[in-house]
């Protein structure tokens, strides 16, 4: 489900265009669970690398954006992943 819903968000926020010859330059990929959160990494085709913390219990995302070549990391916003999942609501 947060696998889900970050991929919605990413394909409704991000111009995937540019990778429709490429796909290995942008994705989605899950990424490690903890008892309260999932999280979700999401790669453009810039290099930049955007994890989303996603709580499990509430759906709020925390997003911390991270560009390796630069040694960058920022905080990069919240959202809530249920608004991105048809009929979805938090247990």
């Known amino acids: 489900m947060a696998y889900e819903g970050v991929k919605k968000y ?15 330059i942008m994705y989605v990929e899950m990424g490690d669970e903890t008892e309260s959160e999932y999280k979700v990494m999401f790669r453009s085709y810039t290099g930049t690398f955007v994890y989303f913390y996603v709580d499990k219990s509430s759906g709020v995302t925390r997003m911390v954006e991270c560009v390796p070549a630069l040694g960058i990391k920022s905080d990069a916003g919240t959202i809530n992943i249920f608004d991105f999942l048809e009929n979805r609501q938090p247990n």
């Open 10 to 24: 990413c394909h409704s926020t991000y111009d995937w265009g540019i990778a429709e010859n490429n796909p290995s």
